[in-house]
């Protein structure tokens, strides 16, 4: 189960690299602490990762610095050949709130990232795009509804079509999920693997459950905490499409208890 | 009813019906308080005048007030001298509240958007904040004269610095989350500003404009009285010193209702512009 960042294992082992960190590092200034320590691991196409880890252990950071969010202290970012040096249209986000304005309608929203970068006229021609993401996250006929008027669950589903409208190489998911009920969470997350597939994304999710990381996860990055550092890549061998049921399987059970071990461990390390 | 019940489900108890026990206080209509309320005022208003009290020239009766407030509401609508000071009032409101938006908006954004301006102009606008800013109203008429200028100077003066305020705490009001997010677009500053931040802030800003508006016609009011002219603080200042007390009261109360509409105004604007926002506070949706 342990395996080293550069040979992921799986269905994916042959697909292209999309990101590639190299012993990123990040120590803030101000206190001289040392957030983030010697991180090195490729996302290859197509595939699914997260990273799990108690707080402190640099998981935002590490988020912040694959954004183009902040600058890394140590270590090169490359995202699709080129460099990370600041925040790119092929980088797509997601945050734990849905972040929607409440004075654009549902559509406007979705458009939004296009109208920053590429004017109003280009934003108002992406809204054909938009309505067909609506229509695969389920969201059809909300377009010209405001955020105030939507469940958080729907909220969510609108903010996925924002972050995909730019059609990004990777996607990068803060805890997406953590606000909303466990049933609609569950069910989002499938939904969020649907969408991962259909459109063949790259995904690296932050998340705080160790269920949610395997249940989704090619692989999982497990993360120590003082310094922030990589403790172990865990592969995971359950077979795609992954479904609610598998979370019942002593396969499913045993992964996540080979996590929960390792993230103890590493609270005293 | 309890036939109905007893057929369809005969074996249970029947229904029982509560409902929430209110106190008398809070179950009163709102129109029947507030009526309520001003009965009581007016009543012993007319008791302490009619038993003698207080001098009449102090405190006129109610009744007296009444045919004032008539008096000065004929001549309003006949378009006499009253209307004219009033509309000159009204200019003197108009303009000081438009160049307390303009000055305002602009030291907000300054301050609340710019390192520079929270460093270097926040503490000069506490600094002058904090002085009583009636006494500016003598150094008024000195540069502007006694003509209109002086009054729309200190209206603006007094109502800007809320708005100053109300600005920059809206343009703080904006949450990690949505600055990121921006940042991840490859948003500019200016498109932060003007698509997530101002926008973000207009709660904020709407309570410094209200509280502007207030200000700006105890500015226009106080430059009248101390500054001359021919608006109806004017008015308000002769009648006090010719001791016709019934006239002073019915110019504040039509003063009032200018105040009023102004409030009104700035609320309604609110209401359209920033529809996504339900304000709890203010009484706005009781």
Known sequence: MIMSPETPAGDIVTAPPVYELSHVGKTYARNRVIALQDVSFTLRKGSFSSVIGSSGCGKSTLLKIMAGLIPPSTGRVVLQHKPVTGTRRDIGMMFQQATLFPWHTTIENIVLPIKIRDGRAAGQKAKFKARELLEIVGLKGFEDVYPNELSGGMAQRASICRMLITEPAVLLLDEPFSALDELSRDMMNMELQRICSTQNATAFLVTHSIQEAVILSDHVYVMAPRPGRLAEIVTIDLPRPRTLDMMTTPQFGAQVDYIRGLLDKGADL | ?286
């Open chain 2, 1 to 286: 009813m309890t036939d109905a019940t007893a057929q369809s489900a005969p074996s249970t108890e029947p229904e029982t019906i509560w409902t929430e026990k209110v106190s008398f206080i809070d179950s009163v209509p709102r129109g029947i308080s507030m009526l309520f309320v001003f009965a009581v005022f007016v009543a012993s208003w007319q008791l302490s005048t009619s038993l003698g009290l207080v001098s009449p020239i102090i405190l006129p009766s109610p009744a007296e007030t009444l045919s004032d407030l008539i008096f000065v509401g004929k001549n309003l609508i006949s378009g006499g001298y009253m209307l004219g000071a009033l509309w000159i009032t009204v200019k003197e409101v108009i303009f000081g509240f438009a160049l307390a938006i303009f000055i305002g908006l602009s030291l907000g954004v300054l301050v609340g958007e710019t390192a520079f301006g929270e460093r270097a102009i926040m503490p000069y606008l506490v600094a002058i904040d904090t002085m009583p800013k009636v006494a500016f109203a003598p150094l008024f008429v000195a540069w502007l004269g006694f003509g209109i200028e002086s009054k729309v100077a200190l209206a603006a003066f007094i109502a800007t610095f809320p708005i100053v305020v109300g600005t920059a705490a809206g343009l703080h009001a904006a949450d990690e989350n949505s600055r990121m997010l921006f940042k991840t677009m490859g948003a500019t500053r200016l498109q932060t500003l003007f698509s997530m931040k101002l926008p973000k802030g207009l709660p904020q800003i709407f309570t410094g404009l209200k509280i502007g508006a207030v200000g700006v016609m105890a500015g226009a009011i106080t430059g009248e009285f101390l500054g001359g002219g021919a608006g109806f603080g004017e008015l308000i200042r002769v009648a006090a010193s010719q001791l016709n007390t019934p006239r002073v009261f019915s110019l504040i109360l039509y003063l009032s209702l200018l105040g009023l509409s102004l409030y009104a105004l700035v609320s309604y604007t609110q209401r359209r512009v920033v529809f996504w926002h339900t304000e709890r506070v203010g009484g706005d949706n009781a």
